[in-house]
């Protein structure tokens, strides 16, 4: 089974779209769902069948959404995380389930919509390596305890997640590596690690995002030559597990079945599953809140 972090091809252009759609889906009547004067004050509130929950399938926001909101009306999809939004947006959904760092970026372009701060579970996920490679994890996890103690992470989450337009910053490679390392990516999971088709000239048409910036530090500080390779996420596993590249990173969720059969780092980036809704159904001490959240998110994410 896929986790809920793997099928965001097209995502960037939805929510860069998203303001061109506003003004259709603002002149559409409302749906025959919850009575839109009452607001949302607290996540548990979306546990009523006066609330229409959109997810995924086969993934853990389904079984989570089954499980603490057995109440709720779902709607199920298949598709990625864009279906999900453009629901919400739409109003075919009051609120859809899925991993923060992809919401918040979502939230970041599209100020129409809200990330609630109350999480409903901990996503963990890790950079991969085959078996045989367990020093290399080694040597990756040392570098994610370092970047998350000295501020680099949370800048990076600060300028990829949630302050939009981010781009790649210039890191330079070490000019006498000692090792290389193959890298493997999917290059379509925005905003983790995607073609760009913004941003400065140079970086046009080349893979960015929040992972490739990961991997040029790291490769900064071991002296690594970097290749990068690009698979489908069944492909990307499979020579993964057979040991054709030396890391993989795509968003992977670390799961007991996945550690049987790959070396996993620790959790490179903090995630949790929460609800994106639209503004208008939060109430005004719960948009405190959002708020609040996102200052703490912002605070002390200086560039670096």
């Known amino acids: 089974m896929r986790y809920p972090y793997f099928a965001l091809s097209f995502l960037a252009l939805t929510v860069l779209n998203v303001s061109i759609s506003f003004a259709q889906v603002d002149a559409r009547p409302p749906y025959s769902g919850v009575d839109r004067r009452v607001k949302l004050y607290s996540t548990r509130q979306l546990n009523s069948p006066e609330y229409t929950i959109c997810v995924m399938k086969s993934t853990h926001t389904e079984i989570i959404a089954n499980t603490k909101f057995p109440r709720a009306k779902k709607i199920y999809f298949d598709g990625g995380a864009a279906t999900g939004v453009m629901k919400v947006l739409n109003r075919e959904a009051d609120a859809f389930l899925f991993d923060s760092p992809t919401l ?6 599209s100020k129409d919509v809200v990330v609630l701060p109350q999480t409903v579970g901990e996503g963990h996920i890790s950079i991969a390596a085959p078996k045989r490679n367990e020093a290399l994890i080694q040597l990756v996890n040392q570098f994610i305890q370092q ?3 000295n501020g680099t992470y949370q800048s ?7 302050k939009s337009g981010s781009v790649l910053p210039d890191i330079p490679k070490p000019t006498t590596p000692t090792r290389k390392v193959i890298v493997g990516t999917e290059g379509t999971q925005v905003p983790f690690n995607f073609m760009s088709a913004q941003g400065v000239p140079m970086q046009r048409g080349c ?8 991997i040029q530090r790291m490769a900064l500080a071991y002296n690594w030559d970097v290749e990068w ?8 596993i499979t020579v993964t597990k057979n040991g054709q590249i030396d890391l993989m990173i795509s968003e992977l969720e670390n799961s007991p079945e996945r550690q049987a059969v790959m070396a996993l780092s620790i959790p490179y980036v903090d995630s949790q599953f929460a609800f994106l809704v639209r503004k208008e159904k939060v109430s005004p001490d719960l948009l405190k809140e959002v708020e609040e959240r996102r200052q703490r998110m912002s605070f002390g994410a200086e560039e670096k």
């Open 229 to 236: 390779r690009l698979y489908t996420w069944n492909d990307l």
């Open 207 to 214: 893979l960015t995002g929040f992972d490739v910036e990961l």
């Open 104 to 109: 918040d970026y979502v939230a970041s372009y």
């Open 156 to 162: 990076m989450y600060y300028r990829w997640f949630i």
């Open 147 to 149: 970047y998350k103690t």
